[in-house]
């Protein structure tokens, strides 16, 4: 039978005739589809068009500029679609099905109004206000830098994308209600881009796979594609099903999967039914195809399909075990490997996209990234012999030791019918899940289970460290993750708690991440001040029973250190000042560089707090170090509170290339030479020197960064004194590593040191960071002077502190 598509359902539709999607790159460069178009639905009763218009304003209206205006005709059936084309360019390959009303409108790629209009008679409003009080006016959307828009205007579309209304739901608020995505024209008849009767390939589905990472078909149309319907994706913009050839060519080179991309309107098609299908092949990237780090999808676009019958059995899944994955994650070439050959029995990424689309099923899974309420994702192994953490998650180890058994896990189940559920790094979830798997530009291969296993509490529990002696000075590093004064309470609580209860009140606390007093709320404001944030965190702190602590922090200057647009995060400490004091030295300022000079033989900072070489382009954009002056039972103690740089924009463990460009890495090498600068600094005037690196350095213990840090001896780095099991304070894509650091010099005796493991692991977190904590006896300078210490802390441990 044939196919007809249906409008996808809302819980709260709109009942009259509604503008669905708008596109102007029609014919443009790199565009596929070679004409404009504007498609109207209605999830209400049919409307008749007659008399009705369709009207378009440039974004930027100035005195001369009027609407244009394409007539309608007929009617606009409910759970239907209208399509109205538009102005035809010069570029595109694709032309659009069968229109049910044709204009000549040149719409703008980037940005415009669109209006659905009760009257042929052109528009005169040129401002949102004057077009909300023209009762003629059905519906309208402004896309991109629109002047005209219902509340605020849709994103910006292209040459290669449109706006599209994800579900019949007007809120008044475009922003809200399009998203930008792959143009998808749908005619009254249910047809798209490329209708029946237009000639294509004969194709089975392992001819589009391949036997690389590229269709060999690719941009091509095909016919004839059999398979059984395994999946639907029948909620947001990126709708489709998934279908499987049963039968197969044998080859293990080929995946007999393959993803129908049918855009915002969800497929009429059950699994279980045999469908022929017909379309375009197409590579899909999420960004710009030419310069993307990932991987492709291929897939089918501007389908049509017959059901041939239903109710079929489905084709059986892939099972993966704990042995199925190849421990070599991909081939090693320098470069692309997008078009080299297959090898799934070689390299893990090969398997999977050697059996992307298809089916796959996993068994008593253990949890190795919790699951994220916001992206309704959780991260599983496969393999759970492969560098097992000490509280059941997977370690990352080294660039040379990928985890090729992690595997992200997504739903296709409803919300409304089953809820994702919450789960901790070290939970079990047992049972089957099972369903299509494909490449995600976030987190690699993906399974979008339509078979969800159930979570089984494994019982990782919030550590809590122990409290520092009284001979010890204790020294921890917290992200705080974007902490600002707006911030919820709920947040400054559990942050709070993790400091008394679970760190044990520190004498002194390095903290990253705090913003300014009103964060990111308005971006190039000029405030810069986080008194507010501070003070409010050390309130809810004292209130939890903690210490009435003190802080030290530099304004940076703004919009200059990263982070969070309009939150100028930067670096801070924490003091309690009943067990440690902190030595002021007026001066320093955003801009001043701290130095270091001698007092009676003993280094001293210029400034404390300072900021460490702040005008160094290292810093560029960047978290300024941040060095105080402490003494502890009057020792001298040197701490250099740090956040470096991020690794956004490094290309993917997953991606295209192998092996992957770390293009952050380079400024944070430079930004290690600076600091490392500095501590040698202090070292020369005082080899004896308590001199304490601490932060999130954003790079792993086996990176050049941290090499840079640790050469000749100078800095030891304590992360590398734990077990392998234990190292890590950051989860990312399943992977347990680190990224926050506690380096100090050789000075300090009695050294212990705890990554507390608070946050990382757990879905319900206060930062996406855990906290550690090193304790220690600082050294008095000299060695009977240690000795007398030594001494008297020893004492004091088995008698108690004097009165």
């Not at 092949?281 to 501007?302: C, H, I, M, R, W």
Request: aromatic share 6%; charged share 20%.
């Amino acid at each position: 039978m044939a196919l007809t598509l249906t409008a996808p359902p809302a819980s709260a539709q709109a009942t009259g005739a509604l503008i669905a999607e708008v596109y102007g790159g029609g014919g443009n460069s790199g565009a596929a589809l070679t004409s404009d178009f504007v498609e109207l639905a209605t999830a209400g009763p049919d409307v008749d068009l007659s008399g009705w218009s369709v009207q378009y304003l440039p974004a930027s209206p100035g005195a001369a500029t009027r609407w244009q205006v394409t007539p309608l005709t007929g009617t606009l059936r409910q759970n239907s679609r209208y399509l109205v084309a538009q102005a035809k360019g010069n570029g595109g390959t694709v032309a659009l099905p069968a229109a049910d009303a044709t204009g000549t409108i040149a719409m703008a790629a980037g940005g415009g109004t669109v209006a659905l209009v009760r009257t042929t008679e052109a528009l005169t409003c040129k401002t949102t206000s004057e077009c909300d009080a023209d009762g003629r006016i059905t519906d309208l959307v402004g896309y991109g830098p629109a002047v005209v828009s219902e509340t605020s205007p849709a994103a910006a579309t292209g040459n290669t994308t449109s706006a599209a209304r994800a579900t019949l739901t007007d809120t008044g608020d475009n922003s809200a209600d399009f998203t930008v995505g792959e143009p998808s024209p749908v005619n009254s008849k249910g047809e798209t881009p490329g209708g029946p009767g237009e000639p294509g390939v004969p194709a089975t589905i392992a001819r589009i796979q391949g036997t690389t990472r590229l269709s060999p078909l690719d941009g091509q149309r095909v016919t004839g594609v059999t398979g059984v319907v395994t999946a639907i994706r029948g909620f947001g913009g990126a709708r489709g099903f998934w279908l499987t050839d049963p039968v197969g060519d044998g080859d293990p080179r080929t995946s007999e999967g393959l993803f129908v991309f049918t855009g915002s309107t969800t497929p009429a098609v059950r699994t279980g039914d045999a469908v022929t299908v017909a379309g375009t092949v197409k590579e899909y990237y999420p960004d710009n195809p030419a310069t993307s780090n990932f991987q492709s999808l291929t897939e089918l676009t501007g389908a049509q399909w017959t059901v041939a019958s239903s109710g079929n059995p489905l084709p059986a899944p892939v099972v993966v075990g704990p042995d199925t994955l190849p421990a070599r994650l991909a081939p090693q070439v320098g470069g692309s490997i997008e078009k080299l050959p297959l090898e799934p029995a070689v390299y893990s990424l090969d398997f999977w996209e050697a059996h992307e689309s298809q089916v796959v099923q996993v068994a008593d899974v253990r949890v190795v990234g919790r699951s994220s309420d916001q992206y309704k994702e959780l991260y599983v192994t496969t393999k759970p012999e492969q560098n097992p953490t000490a509280r059941g998650g997977t370690a990352y180890l080294g660039y040379d030791r990928p985890n090729t058994g992690v595997l992200k896990v997504e739903s296709l189940i409803p919300f409304g019918e089953r809820p994702f559920p919450v789960a901790d790094t070290g939970d079990m979830l047992a049972g089957v899940t099972a369903g299509p798997v494909e490449y995600d530009s976030f987190g690699g291969y993906t399974l979008f289970a339509t078979t969800l296993g159930n979570v089984v509490d494994n019982g990782p529990h919030k550590e809590t460290t122990r409290a520092q002696r009284g001979g010890e000075l204790a020294v921890a590093t917290y992200n705080v993750e974007n902490l600002a004064a707006t911030d919820e309470q709920a947040k400054f609580e559990a942050l709070a708690t993790g400091i008394v209860d679970h760190l044990a009140s520190p004498d002194i606390v390095t903290l990253e991440e705090i913003q300014d007093n009103n964060g990111a709320a308005a971006e190039g404001d000029g405030i810069v001040a986080a008194d507010a944030t501070l003070r409010r965190f050390t309130d809810v702190i004292a209130a939890k029973g903690g210490p009435r602590y003190e802080w030290r922090q530099i304004d940076p200057q703004d919009m200059t250190d990263g982070g969070e647009p309009g939150g100028n995060i930067r670096v801070g400490f924490l003091f309690n000042p009943a067990r440690v004091s902190f030595v002021d030295r007026p001066g320093g300022t955003a801009t001043t560089p701290v130095q270091v000079r001698s007092e009676r033989g003993r280094p001293a900072l210029s400034v404390s707090p300072g900021r460490v070489d702040p005008a160094n382009a290292a810093w560029r954009n960047s978290r300024k170090p941040l060095a105080g002056e402490f003494r502890f039972r009057g020792r001298p103690v040197f701490v250099v509170a740090n956040h470096f740089a991020s690794k956004g924009g490094d290309q993917p463990t997953h991606g295209r290339y192998q092996p992957p460009t770390r293009g952050s890495e380079v400024q944070r090498l430079e930004q290690a030479r600076v600091l490392r600068t500095f501590v040698d600094q202090l070292l020369a005037a005082d080899r004896g020197a308590n001199v304490v690196v601490a932060g999130d350095l954003n790079d792993f213990p086996f990176s050049p960064t941290l090499g840079t840090l640790t050469e000749g001896g100078a800095l030891r780095s304590l992360i590398d004194t734990l077990p392998e099991r234990e190292r890590y304070t950051y989860v990312f894509e399943g992977n347990s590593q680190v990224l926050d650091h506690t380096l100090v010099s050789h000075a300090p005796r009695g050294v212990d040191y705890d990554v507390v493991h608070i946050n990382a692991e757990f879905a319900v977190q206060a930062s996406d960071h855990d906290p550690q904590v090193v304790r220690f006896r600082p050294s008095a300078g000299n060695a009977v002077a240690d000795a007398v210490n030594d001494v008297l802390d020893w004492l004091e441990r088995l008698f108690g502190a004097p009165a």
